[in-house]
């Protein structure tokens, strides 16, 4: 089974930046296709960005388009958020996700089998 482990969320200003990292275990990283997704109070888990399982292809929703980057270290069984111009609305936990690469609607939570414990990321303006 695949464990994931997220860090790096905290307390950032608007237009601020930080790096999620999120490290895998169990598995062989380089067959998953990695996902982030994020989960504000009271609202729905939201996909966020995805990367595949080499690191060619990344995806994102448009709200992060430009302001936040999805990549991946194979050798070091990572995946990256690089989160850059923060906003108030990104505040959220954090959640990693990882599934087998393959056909399949990236932006479904419920089409991934694994997930981390998630980081919190809050606005402290």
């Known amino acids: 089974q695949v464990q994931l482990v997220e860090s790096g969320g905290g307390l950032v200003q608007a237009g601020g930046s930080l790096r999620l990292s999120c490290v895998a275990s169990g598995g062989t990283f380089s067959l998953y296709a990695m996902t982030w997704f994020r989960q504000a109070p009271g609202k729905e888990r939201e996909f966020v960005a995805s990367i595949n399982f080499s690191g060619d292809y990344t995806y994102y929703e448009d709200s992060v388009k430009g302001r936040f980057t999805i990549s991946r270290d194979n050798a070091k069984n990572t995946v990256y958020l690089q989160m850059n111009s923060l906003k108030p609305e990104d505040t959220a936990v954090y959640y990693c996700?990882?599934?087998?690469?393959?056909?399949?609607?990236?932006?479904?939570?419920?089409?991934?089998?694994?997930w981390g414990q998630g980081t919190q990321v809050t606005d402290s303006s």
């Open positions: 996700a990882a599934r087998l690469r393959g056909q399949f609607d990236y932006r479904l939570k419920g089409a991934y089998n694994y």
